[in-house]
């Protein structure tokens, strides 16, 4: 088989509520055998309650040896300040492997936030 690379776009993590204290986790992107993510940007969306008093972590989750996620230990990747009743959008750079999963804390213990995140990147395949 040969190998050959898409351009891969989508969103992993679609305006969700994240409530007070809380991470939640967007839909991973798993390669199936043979293939592997590259050179991702991932854009971060974060829209604080207007009353909120506390900013947000970006965590990261990844593998690059067809595993699923190497440890959950470490992950945060940024952390954003608060900016209450505004949105605040992020990039970052993903060098790739063949899981990726990123998520997003919410430091405030009162109010919750509303993340996004999307991608866009190169997909290899053919490599098995």
């Known amino acids: 088989m040969a190998v050959s690379a898409t351009k891969i776009a989508g969103t992993i993590m679609n ?9 939640s986790w967007g839909t991973a992107l798993n390669a199936a055998s043979g293939e592997r993510f590259s050179d991702l940007w991932i854009q971060v969306s974060i829209t604080f309650d207007a009353s909120a008093t506390e900013g947000a972590i970006i965590h990261r989750r990844h593998s690059t040896d067809d ?13 954003i300040s608060c900016s ?4 605040v959008v992020v990039e970052l750079y993903e060098p790739g492997g063949d899981y990726i999963e990123y998520g997003v804390e919410n430091e405030d213990n009162s109010y919750a936030l509303v993340a996004t ?11 098995a």
Do not use: M
Not at 15 to 23: C, H, I, M, N
Not at 67 to 79: C, E, I, Y
Not at 117 to 127: A, M, R, V
């Open 15 to 23: 305006a969700q509520s994240v409530s007070a204290s809380s991470t």
């Open 67 to 79: 595993g699923t996620t190497g440890t959950t230990d470490g992950t945060a990747v940024r952390s």
């Open 117 to 127: 995140i999307k991608y866009e990147g190169i997909k290899i395949t053919g490599l």
């Open 84 to 87: 209450a009743g505004n949105t």
